[in-house]
């Protein structure tokens, strides 16, 4: 075999008389390389993007595959201006889906069967067994339930401490610890409660029973009948792509799927035995033939991570939980490209017999179909690089070499891009690891949406691993905010225009706009750095609002927040919004559309009345100006405006009342804080008050609800401490009162003393000895303040 270390054959980019417009990181010479498309007119790119083998929901660490992928698609197409066909295929046959589905059929039909308490105890008891023995070696063998918590702590302590785990395989032992510890519980519980529910029973004993059941049966089930399995693909299918519409992923141009491919996967096969780099074995399975393969001159094996080719770990599975070792391989290293069929196996006609592809080879035979020989862009998430994507090339290029034995020279994909992982709390989310949390659930919570996650992904890059923190997470709510803020004023700017002369100062920001743009520009020219990009729109924002925004002209402010406007929507930050309509501002910072005519009218009316109420010239003629206005025009009789007229309605009469009164300036200002604080509020709306400017009309959102909060809890906390204190001064007083009733001739008439002068003065102690002078001094002094005390409260009794 060839060492993992012999030079890469050289990369050479398709020639182009078009200057390369940006470089993208390439895996494949593991470094930056000048992006040049194979069409000769430089414009049209070719890309095919692995996607989801779907056997169970989606969770966050594909979103952060997917979405940094729609990221990239969406700066090519609509920022590099590249016309883009963008394939995508569903994995909806390999290992794990015939195991899951198989599996899930199997329990469905077992739980029909098994309804009784006893055989529900019965089955699950071996199962939980069978799991432990399989999975947890460390613990004893047939181990009951009862003694599952204090064995499993002595032996798999370390991992179940809490400490960060060292190792995927530390973090698998841990789930499968958590399995089986709650497969005990369930025992557990029945073995106390002989009526024990069986559907709750059987949810809890789930991860137990399927492999047991599988073991059993799963060789059994007709194999035929493929909606066995397409019965749970087309459900996750289904539910993976709401999960990508909801995280604003676009769709892909081509959908392929592996179940649609049988004949063309087939073909594919075969011609890679044609040309040398293929065998059969006795059961009717191919094999790629690694060592046949790198014989011909100019083909490597291994070329994305040839320091992994000797990994049997990667390589098993890549093969698949269902793949046995098989004798007849004349590598160890080689891959099934077709697999024959055991019992209990979904299967199509091939000329080796029934079977069904390995896993790598769907990838080959689908994007060569749709996209040709030569493709531009491969995608994927990084863990792909080996030997998913390595076995990907190898067999690609197979298939299409040369079978006179020259050097065929070809290279099947140009650049590769792989997505780096996301982790929380320094763990890798994974399907088989059970310790992920899913796009809907997340979304569901309110733990993130399609924007928030998207800007952290923006602001982690694409190709690098995202650990999400509670610092990278408030680091995204402040740019989120931040650009909020912007765009609410700039929105402002068009209700509320200025009449502004440009000045130096307008001239400042419009070059700090021009440098942000070539910041920008150097920035996704450079591999998509869109953290870099990030940053280059905020630190204009802050050019912004750092200024002298008096010295600042509508038009320039407007021109920089179309241009932000633009970018944004590039990213995929603001829905379906096209980038280049020329508006400004994303959804999420304006208030309803019924609710605008009136909400304007009544801040409107409200500014009037506060300015001159500060001012102190709120007259009965500009009050009367005000309140008599006719009403506005709007849908007063659309039931979603209702809320808004009434508001505006019920501030009218407000006023007219204060006026009649003859109400004094404050009680207006009272009103209108009312209605900014609690009338609006409550329907999500807030009026921002400004020096010199309209109170700014913006939607109630997390960041004011938590600037409420902390004000409220302050407000509480100041409140409860105002409240400790005078109870506290009022239980001082209470005492004081109380001691105030008793003569300064009795205060010491106790048994630590035996007598006393004629004024109730201790002259000797208990034992009958003289009291001394200095404790006498400090007596006296008590005294006279009881006294004091005492005569007061007697003045105030009238016995003065």
Same mark, same amino acid.
């Given at each position: ?26 895996? #494949? ?8 498309? %194979?069409?000769?007119? +430089? ?94 070696? #460390? ?21 179940? +401490? +809490? ?13 499968? %610890? ?71 992923? %676009? ?70 939980? #269902? ?17 024959? !069929? ?36 491969? !995608?994927?998430?990084?863990? #792909? ?210 609710? @605008? ?35 506005? @025009? ?108 008793? !003569? ?32 006498? @001094?400090? %007596? ?21």
């Amino acid at each position: 075999m060839a060492s993992p270390a012999r030079t890469q054959p050289p990369w050479k980019a398709p020639e182009s008389a078009i200057p390369p417009k940006l470089k993208i990181y390439n895996s #494949l010479t593991r470094t930056k390389n000048d992006f040049v498309p %194979l069409d000769s007119e +430089g414009r049209k790119v070719t890309w095919y993007s692995c996607g989801p083998t779907v056997y169970d929901d989606s969770h966050l660490g594909h979103a952060r595959n997917y979405v940094s992928i729609d990221i990239l698609r969406r700066v090519l197409a609509h920022y590099f201006d590249y016309d883009l066909k963008f394939v995508q295929n569903i994995t909806d046959v390999d290992d794990k889906i015939i195991l899951r589905g198989r599996q899930q059929y199997l329990l469905f039909d077992f739980k029909s069967k098994h309804q009784n308490p006893d055989d529900a105890f019965s089955y699950s008891s071996k199962a939980f067994q069978a799991y432990v023995k399989k999975n947890l070696p #460390l613990l004893p063998a047939n181990i009951q339930p009862e003694a599952y918590n204090a064995e499993a702590k002595k032996a798999y302590g370390a991992i179940l +401490g +809490g400490k960060p785990l060292a190792s995927d395989a530390e973090a698998k032992t841990k789930m499968h %610890l958590s399995t089986a510890s709650s497969a005990a519980a369930a025992l557990l519980m029945a073995q106390n409660d002989p009526k024990f529910d069986v559907a709750d029973f059987y949810t809890k004993t789930e991860d137990v029973l399927l492999p047991y059941l599988d073991s059993l049966y799963g060789a059994s089930i007709d194999a035929n009948d493929h909606s066995i399995f397409t019965k749970l693909t087309q459900k996750y299918e289904q539910r993976f792509m709401e999960d990508m519409r909801s995280l604003n992923v %676009l769709d892909p141009d081509v959908v392929t799927r592996v179940t649609e491919y049988g004949p063309q996967i087939v073909e594919f096969v075969e011609k890679i035995v044609k040309n040398g780099f293929g065998y059969v074995t006795s059961d009717g399975s191919v094999y790629f033939d690694i060592q046949a393969f790198e014989q011909r001159p100019g083909n490597h094996y291994a070329r994305l991570e040839p320091w992994n080719r000797g990994n049997q770990e990667l390589q098993a599975d890549g093969e698949g939980a #269902l793949t046995k070792k098989s004798t007849e391989k004349r590598g160890d290293a080689d891959f099934a490209l077709w697999k024959s !069929s055991k019992p209990g196996e979904p299967s199509w006609p091939s000329p080796w017999g029934p079977g069904r592809p390995g896993w790598h080879i769907e990838c080959s035979a689908m994007a060569s179909d749709v996209l040709g020989k030569s493709i531009d862009i491969h !995608s994927g998430g990084i863990d #792909l690089c080996f030997p998913h994507h390595d076995n990907e090339l190898a067999q690609s290029e197979a298939y299409w070499s040369t079978t006179d034995g020259s050097p065929h020279g070809h290279q099947w994909i140009q650049y590769f891009m792989h997505m780096g992982h996301l982790s929380i709390s320094g763990s890798k989310m994974s399907k088989s690891l059970k310790n992920f949390t899913t796009i809907r659930e997340a979304l569901s919570r309110g733990d993130w949406n399609a924007r928030s996650l998207r800007i952290i992904f923006l602001i982690g890059g694409w190709k690098d691993g995202v650990e999400i923190t509670d610092g990278l997470r408030a680091q995204g709510k402040s740019l989120e905010s931040y650009l909020d803020n912007f765009f609410l004023k700039a929105k402002d700017l068009q209700r509320n225009p200025t009449e502004n002369s440009p000045t130096p100062q307008d001239e400042k920001l419009r070059d700090a706009l021009a440098y942000t743009k070539t910041a920008l520009h150097d920035a996704l020219s450079d591999s998509f750095d869109t953290p870099a990009a990030m940053r280059a729109i905020s630190n204009l924002i802050t050019e912004y609002n750092s200024a002298d925004q008096v010295a600042i002209t509508d038009n320039t402010v407007l021109e920089i927040a179309r241009w932000i406007t633009k970018i944004v929507r590039i990213f995929g930050l603001d829905g379906s919004a096209d980038p280049n309509d020329g508006t400004v501002g994303w959804s999420g910072i304006d208030i309803p559309e019924e609710a @605008k005519e009136f909400v304007y009218a009544v801040s409107r009316e409200r500014d009037e009345v506060r300015q001159h109420a500060i001012a102190g010239n709120l007259s009965e003629e500009k009050l009367a100006a005000i309140v008599e206005k006719d009403f506005v @025009k709007g849908q007063q009789n659309d039931k979603a405006a209702a809320p808004y007229v009434e508001v505006l309605a019920s501030f009218r009469e407000s006023l007219k009342g204060l006026a009649r009164e003859k109400a004094p300036a404050k009680d207006f200002l009272a009103l209108c804080d009312k209605l900014r604080n609690l009338d609006l509020w409550d329907l999500g709306i807030y009026l921002e008050d400004r020096e010199g400017r309209p109170a700014l009309v913006r939607p109630v959102d997390s960041e004011l609800r938590a600037a409420r909060q902390q004000k409220e809890e302050r407000e509480l906390q100041k409140r409860e401490a105002k409240e400790k204190r005078e109870a506290e001064e009022a239980e001082k007083a209470k005492k004081r009162a109380e001691m105030a009733r008793i !003569s300064p001739k009795d205060m010491f008439r106790t048994e630590e003393y035996s007598l006393w002068d004629e004024e109730g003065f201790p002259v000797r102690d208990a034992k009958g000895e003289e009291v001394p002078k200095s404790k006498g @001094k400090k %007596l006296r002094k008590e005294w006279e303040r009881q006294r004091k005390l005492h005569e007061e409260w007697l003045a105030g009794q009238g016995q003065g």
